[in-house]
């Protein structure tokens, strides 16, 4: 949270969270004030228990105002299928939710091979490895609307695939990529202070005027929720 008001002291934006599971990250988000309003999405077969993390914290959300919903989002490589998808959560959730204006996921780069097995019958139709779902995904939704920032918590679960993913989206998409006071063989770190504050703030300011970016950084534990 402390990252995203970084970003832009006083800004509240509309968010939409990628690969939600059980919307630790979104909710803790959302429960500290850093955001307007959540959209915290997953493959429907998930949705379920996002919901009812949701409905658990509520009396934490109605303390900063911020509101938190659950939506459907397949990670896809095609860019033209994830904007019918997010026409489709425009349409079923509260209008206060758009236009977005951020991105957020964590632990959303775990595997990297051709097929999508393990992750069910919704996930295993489309081809195409992970990486190239997930940068379909976020590409598809940096260029919707306004939002120009995409803020990841990513750490390795196998031997190279976070650097594996970077290099895809440098080369393959144009993505900008931004680490937190480390450099790319590290990928960034979690401590968020005065220094990294300012180089937040001049990262999100080029990213609005010039070039969509990811912002990198390590994955830290999440709040306790429902599994």
Known sequence: SSIVTALDPGWRPRALEIGA???ALGLSIAACGAVSSMISTDMPAVL??????IEKNQDALAKTGAVVAAAPLLWRANTRDVVTQLRNIQACVAAEHFPLELIVGSDIVYRDDT??????EEAATQGGSQADK??????????AGSMRVALL????????NVAAFVQRARTQHGLRISFLGADDAAYGSAVVDRRHKAAIAQIAAEARAMHPTMIILRAEAPPETER
Do not use: I, K, Q, R
Not at 48 to 53: D, F, G, I, K, Q
Not at 115 to 120: K, P, S
Not at 153 to 160: C, E, F, I, V, W
């Open 21 to 23: 599971g059980t919307g």
């Open 48 to 53: 379920p228990l996002t919901a009812a993390n």
């Open 115 to 120: 097929t999508d097995v393990d992750l069910g």
């Open 134 to 143: 997930v940068l379909g995904t976020l590409v598809a939704l940096l260029a």
């Open 153 to 160: 918590a990513l750490g390795d679960h196998a031997s190279g």
